[in-house]
């Protein structure tokens, strides 16, 4: 494991990481293999990988139902290009999508797929597509994009545009676009349902008057729906989607879901946009698509949207490509992850794995530091109290602070693979997870607040 180690920094660049807190303030882990929930470093120690390795993993490592799809279609068609070309694993998982996609009565379904290579260029695909609709339409006033606060949507820079968190932001704020910003439904601190729902619609309400300030101006608005991931976990009731939808059709704005981390059962639905009962106009999946075995991401659009791009000019077609576009390998492994949803009951599994999670969670409400434990589907969160001497205004960030250095290290060596966002613990693990791994992930858990306790 240390030759590793230094062979890594002797040339990685890691993402997401202040590379002078290597190697003494931020371990590294050579992972040797993946099994299941684990990971297996070179020195044989068992890591519970709690964050489904930045939320993708969501069947397990190594799944070998998946693992056989990819090998069997490596022998067939690795790649081709997607352009002029076709391949049964593409059609095949644009029909299998589509079918599953969420719907709503007396809305027109979504209906064509395009395929991108990984979450921010879909956004990215997405936010285009807004646009270019409207100027395809000779509408050229409509150039602006409504985002919430707290929001994260990647960090390509259109994506980086649609995000707040100002630590990512700040400096490049010279090359971002001009987004508009709505207040966040999030429901922290919320006693009960109807306090959730009462900020939902507080913030609906405030939506509407940005809505109605900037009348002609907003092509499209993106969130993530029920929960803001990387913004800390913040969690909001569906009522919030459903005014939302209402808010755009009124205004003649398109709606992007971001269900790039909440999508394929995270939420305890198959999509989250299916708790509000609504159907967006553009639909962004990746992450846990593949069972995070290969990048792929899918956007999904309405047949208006589709049809705003046909013409006999080329400058009017939606001419945004990636080399990877619907790979074979990927798409072979989506279908694979999409089957053991159908032969698994992966959904009904997750419901009975997110009481347990909540059940070995409840006692962790009683540590001092603890501000909140909040949950959506098997989304857990455990917030702390700010530290007193971080005046960050970064809202949530990888690992902030000092304390979270210290907890990272703390659930690492004991077997844990945890990464705090700011004040917030998190648990989102594989589908796969077993009652011992969950005992196992709460004990560690409760043993590194009071680590954090004990240093505060």
Known sequence: AEAWRAR??????????????????????????????????????????????????????????????????????????????????????????????????????????????????????????????????????????????????????????????????????????????????????????????????????????????????????????????????????????????????????????????????????????????IQPDLLCLSKGLTGGFLPLCAVLATQRIYDGFLDDSRERAFLHSHSYSGNPLACAAALASLNIFASDAVLARNHDTAQMMAALAAPLRSYPLVAEVRQTGMILAIELSPEPDNHDDGHAVEIAGRRGLRMYRHALEHGVLLRPLGDVLYWMPPYCIDTAQLQHLASVTAATLEEASRCA
């Not at 006693?191 to 900037?214: K, S």
């Open 8 to 277: 890594d920094l002797a040339v990685l660049w890691h993402p997401c990481t202040q590379m002078r807190e290597h190697p003494d303030a931020l371990p590294l882990f050579p992972v040797a293999r993946g099994d299941g929930a684990w990971l297996v470093g070179h020195d044989g120690q068992r890591v519970l990988d709690a964050v489904s390795s930045w939320w993708t993993n969501i069947h397990g490592h190594a799944e070998p139902r998946i693992a056989t799809a990819i090998a069997n279609q490596a022998h067939t068609l690795e790649q081709v290009i997607l352009a002029g070309c076709s391949h049964a694993p593409a059609v095949e998982l644009a029909e299998r999508l589509l079918a599953l996609a969420p719907r709503e009565a007396g809305r027109a379904p979504l209906s064509k797929v395009f395929y991108a290579d990984n979450g921010s260029a879909g956004v990215e695909v997405a936010l285009k597509m807004a646009f270019h609709w409207f100027h395809n339409q000779g509408i050229t006033g409509r150039t602006r994009f409504v985002a919430l606060h707290g929001s994260y949507h990647g960090e390509t820079l259109g994506a980086l545009s649609v995000g707040d968190l100002p630590l990512y932001r700040r400096v490049y704020a010279p090359l971002l676009l001009d987004v508009l910003f709505a207040p966040s439904p999030d429901a922290f601190g919320s006693r009960n349902v109807t306090d959730a729902i009462t900020r939902a619609n507080a913030a609906a309400d405030a939506l509407a008057v940005l809505f109605e300030t900037h009348a002609g101006e907003i092509c499209a608005f993106i969130l993530e729906p029920l929960v803001q991931c990387a913004g800390g976990m913040r969690m909001h009731h569906p009522q919030y989607l459903r005014r939302v939808r209402e808010l755009c059709d009124t205004h003649g704005i398109f709606l992007i879901a971001d269900e790039i981390a909440v999508g394929f059962g995270r939420t305890g639905t198959l999509f989250a946009c299916e708790q509000g009962g």
